[in-house]
Each structure stands twice: as structure tokens, then as C-alpha cells.
């Protein structure tokens, strides 16, 4: 029970490895082998958009396949002194435009007692560390959703609204993990260069680190059973100091957290989170989510409920409601049949048609990890 609740952030964080102050021989005591792994995703999908003249749905095509993937190559050893180190390169298995293919997360780990160390381009504590509302198939989750991506047009909530604290993700980070002691874990990261503008989608004079700079991110978790009921919990804070120094922009700050119960197969839980989006005033993020998933034998079945506002200056603000009904069947080990249902909602604060859009999606589709 505790593996599927936990699943998500398990999946994310099985790459975190430790390590200890190097001592002693440091000598390997066997070469470093190579592994390979990864997983791909694929699905047929049918949706529906208002899709009138200068609507967000507009020439969108309604019945696509869509596709997801990822090769993961693992290169490790343990030293004489107990220090395992591990280099991890990962590759995107789908076509990234003028097809091409794209490396994402790329790290160098070492492994040992009382900490974690990696340093490299991967996602911050935050990101790894949190825990968002149960979902019975994550392909077609309202939080960062694999697949089911709406049109937006106008609307400054994003396509992709989420609850983890990412925005320098994959980034050049120094990440560290503390050993997990009664049930608690601490995760640090710092990424000296940002590299995303503050807010996507809007216009910021550029410099060479789009704005932030000394990106600082800590996290805590918490995860523990009692008498046949599994906790899972979380809190993050993200903090990236202004480099462009204008009157509309502002040091990035960030707070999130998130809460899973376990029990007699049911998880139920939420998360939320809050980003000023690195602007002096008036266009903070408030995102949240709420969820239900039922597990029995090889079945996942879930309802997830996401709302986002965003504030737009002294406009109205922009909004989003999401409701996703979702399952999974696991057919064997490492292959997944899902499918499901999600509705949108998008709703411009000044009433703009380009900004308003309600969107529906059905998708089955099959995922396998190697």
C-alpha cells in the first residue's frame, strides 16, 4: 500500500544517492557498469475546445496521438570506502522539433551514510521532494499533465498548472539530502544562474540569466505508518534574487506543500502552491489540488480536482478549474494500461473569448518501463 502511495515521488527520487565526506582509500573496487533504463508512453487522444473564430481551440486538431519517452543511461560503482558514485545521462525519446532529440537530466552522485550529494543539471528538492493530490493515471493528471495539453490563447493561467516548485528545473544545481530520520528527510539545492525568465509568457528585458540568479531551494518531507495508515507530507520554499533591478520585477519566492492519507487501499490528498512569478506586485500564482485514488490488485481508479489563479496587474484576475477522472490497469511488470477523462475550464478575468475556453479530453493509452 505504501509503495503505491508514495509511487509519484518515489519514481522521482530513486535517482537521489547520498554521500559522506570522502575518507580513506577511495580506490574502486570494481569498474564502473553501465545500465540502461527508461520508459515510453503513448496514447490516442479525443478532445474538444471552444473553437470559434479567435477562440483558444481554434484549428486545433480533435483526434491525435501523442507520444512520451525517455532513455536513461546509469553508469556506477562502489568504492573500497563504501562511496557509491553514479553518473546518469537521460535522453528524451520523442521528437523535439526540426527532429531533433534533446539530453534532459545529466548528474554526476555520490552515495554514502549520512547524506545525499549530486551535482549536475536536475530538478531542485522541491520538485523531487513534493507530494501532489493522488491520481489514478499521472499521463492525464491536472497537475503537470503529460498529455491533454488545452489552448489558452489570452489566458494567463498556464497549460500546464502545477504545484511543484519548478520553475529552474533541470537546471546546473549542487543538491544535497539529508539521511531520513524518523520518517523526516531535508532536501537543499542551489543553482547559481536562473534560466527562465520570471514569469513565462510575458515580456521582461533579458539578460544572460533571464532574471534570477542564486536560486536557493529547501525542502521537507515526512513520511511514516500508522496502524495501517501511511502519511506522506511536505513543505518547500524557493527563493531567486532579482538581477534586472526594475521597478516591475522582484526577488522569486515560492511555497508549496502537500499532504497524502493512505488506507484500506484509498489515497486522498492535496497540495498547493504560491509564486509571486519574480514581479514586484499583483501577479502571484496561487495553485491547489485535491484528489482520491481506490487500488485493488492490478486496477488504480481517481477524481482530481486542481484550481489556479493567477493575478494580471490591476485586471481581474484569470482563472482555472480542472476535474480529471482517471485509472490504470497493470498488465504486467513494467506495462500499464490507462485512460481517462479531463475537463477544463478557463476563465479570462476581463471576459476575452481568446482567453476563455472549455476544453474537454479522452485518452486511452499504454505505458512501459525498462
Given at each position: ?147 491533454a495539453v488545452p489552448g489558452i490563447g489570452n489566458n494567463f493561467v498556464s497549460s500546464y498548472p502545477t504545484t511543484y516548485a519548478d520553475w ?33 509568457n510575458i515580456a521582461i528585458l533579458p539578460n544572460d540569466n533571464n532574471g534570477q540568479q542564486d536560486v536557493i531551494a529547501v525542502a521537507v ?92 496587474g490591476p485586471l481581474p484576475d484569470d482563472e482555472l478549474d480542472a476535474y480529471a477522472v482517471t485509472g490504470t490497469y497493470n498488465l504486467g ?38
Amino acid at each position: 500500500m505504501q509503495n503505491k502511495l508514495l509511487s509519484t515521488t518515489a519514481l522521482v527520487a530513486a535517482g537521489a544517492l547520498s554521500v559522506p565526506f570522502m575518507a580513506g582509500d577511495a580506490s574502486a573496487a570494481e569498474p564502473l557498469s553501465l545500465s540502461v533504463g527508461g520508459y515510453f508512453s503513448t496514447g490516442v487522444m479525443i478532445n474538444s475546445q471552444d473553437d470559434g473564430a479567435g477562440e483558444p481551440g481554434a484549428n486545433l486538431q480533435d483526434v491525435s496521438v501523442h507520444t512520451d519517452g525517455e532513455v536513461q543511461f546509469t553508469a556506477s560503482t562502489t568504492l573500497d570506502n563504501g562511496i557509491e558514485v553514479a553518473v546518469r545521462i537521460e535522453y528524451e525519446a520523442q521528437n523535439q522539433g526540426g527532429g531533433s532529440t534533446t539530453v534532459d537530466e545529466r548528474y554526476v552522485t555520490f552515495s554514502g551514510d549520512f547524506g545525499k550529494l549530486r551535482v549536475g543539471s536536475d530538478d531542485p528538492v522541491t520538485a523531487v521532494m513534493q507530494y501532489q493530490a493522488p491520481v489514478g493515471a499521472y499521463q492525464m493528471g491536472p497537475n503537470t499533465p503529460t498529455f491533454a495539453v488545452p489552448g489558452i490563447g489570452n489566458n494567463f493561467v498556464s497549460s500546464y498548472p502545477t504545484t511543484y516548485a519548478d520553475w529552474s528545473n533541470d537546471a546546473g544545481n549542487i543538491i544535497y539530502y539529508s539521511p531520513r530520520m524518523s520518517g523526516f528527510q531535508l532536501g537543499l539545492s542551489y543553482q547559481p544562474d536562473g534560466t527562465r525568465a520570471p514569469i513565462d509568457n510575458i515580456a521582461i528585458l533579458p539578460n544572460d540569466n533571464n532574471g534570477q540568479q542564486d536560486v536557493i531551494a529547501v525542502a521537507v518531507n515526512y513520511e511514516n505508518s500508522f496502524d495501517g495508515i501511511d502519511v506522506a507530507a511536505s513543505v518547500g520554499y524557493v527563493h531567486g534574487s532579482d538581477e534586472i533591478g526594475t521597478a516591475f520585477t522582484d526577488d522569486r519566492e515560492t511555497f508549496q506543500g502537500g499532504l497524502i492519507i493512505g488506507f484500506s487501499g484509498f489515497s486522498v490528498g492535496g497540495s498547493i502552491m504560491q509564486d509571486n512569478n519574480g514581479i514586484s506586485s499583483s501577479f502571484d500564482t496561487l495553485t491547489w489540488d485535491a484528489g482520491v485514488t481506490y487500488s485493488t490488485g492490478p486496477w488504480t481508479v481517481g477524481f482530481t480536482y486542481l484550481s489556479s489563479t493567477q493575478e494580471v496587474g490591476p485586471l481581474p484576475d484569470d482563472e482555472l478549474d480542472a476535474y480529471a477522472v482517471t485509472g490504470t490497469y497493470n498488465l504486467g511488470p513494467g506495462v500499464d494500461l490507462w485512460g481517462g477523462v479531463k475537463y477544463l475550464d478557463y476563465q479570462e478575468g476581463s471576459n476575452d473569448p481568446a482567453g476563455n475556453n472549455e476544453a474537454i479530453f479522452g485518452m486511452v493509452g499504454t505505458s512501459i518501463s525498462f
